[in-house]
């Protein structure tokens, strides 16, 4: 069952899920303008990012928790050494 596509197959598991994934993810909060794969999979998309791990609980590879350090930046100005 690991790295099979997640699809709630109803309300209540969609809705598990979120609250355990999404509702602590950066990617969720209001001020970046909230998730775009939230938003994709209530308009029905099934999601490359939404799987199960590999003891067959549903996870997304795109959550990052609420509580990490922003990503630094990367400089512009300096060229990829690995492009």
């Known amino acids: 069952m690991a790295g099979k596509p997640f699809r709630p ?3 209540l598991e969609g809705e598990y899920f ?8 950066r990617c969720d909060r209001l001020e970046r303008g909230g998730c775009d794969l939230l938003l994709g999979a209530m308009a ?19 959550f990052e928790a609420d509580g990490d350090p922003e990503p630094t930046p990367r400089c512009t100005e300096t060229p990829d050494m690995f492009a």
Not at 18 to 25: E, G, K, S, Y
Not at 44 to 62: Q, R, T, V
Request: hydrophobic letters at 35%; glycine letters at 6%.
């Open 18 to 25: 979120i609250a355990q994934n999404c509702r602590h993810c």
């Open 44 to 62: 029905g998309s099934d999601l490359a990012e939404w799987k199960y791990d590999n003891i067959g609980i549903p996870m997304c590879s795109a």
């Open 9 to 11: 197959s109803n309300f």
